[in-house]
């Protein structure tokens, strides 16, 4: 069973952040919040964590289009081709914000995403995600977590996340009720282009 860990979403507890990077440097799964949907994540550089990550998304780690969490914007350099000044305006204005930045890949990607010639970036505006990569020391990869719901497409109460998830996953963190609208994915690669409608209006930003 997985831990039930409750994670202040302001004022996160130290020790609590410590408990869930120990599990993420050991090759859990964690559940996590962030300031849309509640998200499922690992360690970017854990192998075997992104293949259970896969296993449990029903897709083959190689076809796989996990987004990478990162704490602010320092590790675009490492992930990505450098990008010009018009697009890393962009991106200071919009984040830490409610978006999935699709970008060029460096090849500084770990082995997991080896081959891959872009990446989604993002950097939620909540402090327990943001904590939990600063302490780690490398970003987070994500997906969202669907519901089978027909009406509903994201579950918001982690309590009931923690019942359906309790026996795939390692750690789900409570900070409280989640958001059921998704970031807003963008891609970045070639101009300014929407590939999904979400929770942050990019046009607020260009």
């Not at 296993?55 to 602010?72: A, E, P, T």
């Amino acid at each position: 069973m997985a831990d039930y860990i409750r994670i202040h979403p302001e004022n996160p507890q130290e020790k609590a952040i410590d408990q869930v990077v120990k599990i993420l440097k050991n090759g859990g799964l964690i559940i996590y919040p962030s300031d849309t949907v509640y998200g499922l994540g690992c360690d970017i550089t854990n192998l075997k964590a992104m293949e259970k990550l896969a296993r449990i998304k029903g897709v083959k780690l190689d076809k796989s289009q996990f987004s990478i969490v990162c704490n602010d914007l320092s590790h675009l350099s490492h992930y990505t081709l450098p990008i010009d000044n018009g697009t890393f305006r962009i991106l200071k204005r919009a984040l830490p914000g409610p978006f999935t930045f699709v970008m060029n890949a460096s090849k500084n990607l770990p082995a997991a995403y080896k081959g891959k010639k872009t990446v989604g970036i993002r950097i939620p505006d909540h402090i327990v995600p943001q904590m939990i990569v600063e302490k780690l020391g490398n970003p987070i990869a994500s997906t969202s977590i669907y519901d089978e719901d027909e009406i509903v497409e994201y579950t918001t109460d982690p309590e009931l996340i923690y019942e359906k998830w309790d026996k795939l996953v390692d750690a789900v963190i409570d900070s409280g009720y989640g958001d059921n609208v998704a970031s807003t994915i963008v891609d970045m690669t070639d101009g300014v282009e929407v590939l999904r409608e979400g929770k942050g209006n990019i046009e607020d930003y260009l």
